[in-house]
C-alpha cells in the first residue's frame, strides 16, 4: 500500500513560517523524486518544489523561490517544505507527491503518489 501522509499546517500571520513534513511507506519513497504542490480555492492545482532522490538539486516555482526550501530525510522516509515569509497569496492546501520514475519535475501529470494534503492559511 503506497501512503503518503502529510502534517503541519495551520493558521499564521503573514510574514510567519511554517514547517510541512511528508512521511512515505518505504517502498513508496525509495528511489524517487518528491514534489510539493498546493492548490487555492477556484484554482488549479500548482507546483511548489521539488528534490530528486538524491538531494543534490532542488526546484521551485518562481513565487515561492527564496522563501521557501524543500529538502529530504531518506533515512526517515520524510520530504519536507520550509516556508518562510509567507504571504496570504500562499494559503491554499498543500500536497505532497511522489514523481514517477522519470518525468519532469514541475507538471502534476508527472506525479502517481498523492497524500490527501494538509490546508495552510496566511492571514493578513
Known amino acids: 500500500q503506497v501512503q503518503l501522509v502529510e502534517s503541519g499546517g495551520g493558521l499564521v500571520q503573514a510574514g510567519g513560517s511554517l514547517r510541512l513534513s511528508c512521511a512515505a511507506s518505504?517502498?513508496?519513497?525509495?528511489?524517487?523524486?518528491m514534489g510539493w504542490f498546493r492548490q487555492a480555492p477556484g484554482k488549479e492545482r500548482e507546483f511548489v518544489a521539488a528534490?530528486?532522490?538524491?538531494?543534490?538539486?532542488?526546484y521551485y516555482a518562481d513565487s515561492v523561490k527564496g522563501r521557501f526550501t524543500i529538502s529530504r530525510d531518506n533515512a526517515k522516509n520524510t520530504v519536507y517544505l520550509q516556508m518562510n515569509s509567507l504571504k496570504p497569496e500562499d494559503t491554499a492546501v498543500y500536497y505532497c507527491?511522489?514523481?514517477?520514475?522519470?518525468?519532469?519535475?514541475?507538471?502534476?501529470?508527472?506525479?502517481?503518489?498523492w497524500g490527501q494534503g494538509t490546508q495552510v492559511t496566511v492571514s493578513s
Open positions: 528534490i530528486p532522490w538524491s538531494g543534490e538539486s532542488t
Open positions: 518505504g517502498r513508496t519513497f525509495r528511489g524517487y523524486a
Open positions: 507527491a511522489r514523481r514517477t520514475y522519470s518525468g519532469n519535475y514541475y507538471s502534476a501529470g508527472e506525479y502517481n503518489y
